[in-house]
């Protein structure tokens, strides 16, 4: 009988498992589909200088690290920002793979760079990287914004929000307009205020 139970209460156990693996997982999909969303629609509130994008040409979405997005990326792929079309373009992990000269110039060449978590250890190695280049970097890990990223993601009442970092889009020569400004939970405008800001 006792063997009985015990079973039973194991089979049960696995099954919670099971079931709050995937609920975790459908979450975070669902989390990262949101950003995904956000991301397209910032390319509408966002100036690049002339010599960055041209019409007619593709507007790159960079992801460098342990990809959290899976799929979420697909319903982007078919839309467009004024006839731009819209190119997702991945790289590996620098804590897996030393990024080469080709990999940095693919880098440079996006208009938007999602810089994820596995990354934090080399945040400003990459923005440097990219820092003379017009390149929007995005994020959703603490001290992103410290570290010289423009735009980060938090969850705030099981919602995603962002903040803006106005300083260093202003250093790489990016124009964030005033509705995206607006939408944002904070805007940081002064160097000095960027100090422990997530």
């Given at each position: 009988?006792?063997?009985r139970i015990y079973k039973l209460f194991f089979l049960v156990f696995i099954l919670t498992m099971l079931i709050n693996s995937v609920y975790a997982e459908t979450e975070q999909e669902q989390e990262y589909k949101v950003k995904a969303a956000f991301i397209y629609n910032f390319l509408k509130f966002i100036d690049w200088p002339p010599t960055k994008i041209a019409e007619g040409k593709t507007i790159n979405i960079g992801i460098i690290g342990t990809n959290p997005f899976g799929?979420?990326?697909?319903?982007?792929?078919?839309?467009?920002?004024?006839?731009?079309?819209?190119?997702?373009?991945?790289?590996?992990?620098?804590?897996?793979?030393k990024l080469t000269s080709e990999h940095i110039e693919k880098m440079r060449k996006c208009h938007v760079l999602f810089v994820c978590v596995s990354e934090k250890k080399q945040f400003k190695e990459i923005f440097n990287y990219v820092k003379d280049y017009n390149v929007l970097t995005v994020g959703d890990t603490n001290g992103f914004l410290d570290a010289g990223g423009i735009i980060n993601f938090m969850i705030e009442d099981q919602k995603v929000c962002f903040k803006i970092n106005n300083y260093n889009a202003k250093q790489v020569k990016l124009?964030?307009?005033?509705?995206?400004?607006?939408?944002?939970?904070?805007?940081?405008e002064e160097k000095d205020e960027s100090e422990n800001q997530s």
């Open positions: 009988m006792k063997k799929k979420a990326f697909k319903p982007v792929e078919d839309k467009k920002i004024e006839d731009n079309n819209i190119a997702i373009k991945y790289f590996n992990s620098t804590e897996q793979t124009n964030i307009r005033s509705q995206l400004l607006r939408l944002a939970k904070k805007v940081i």
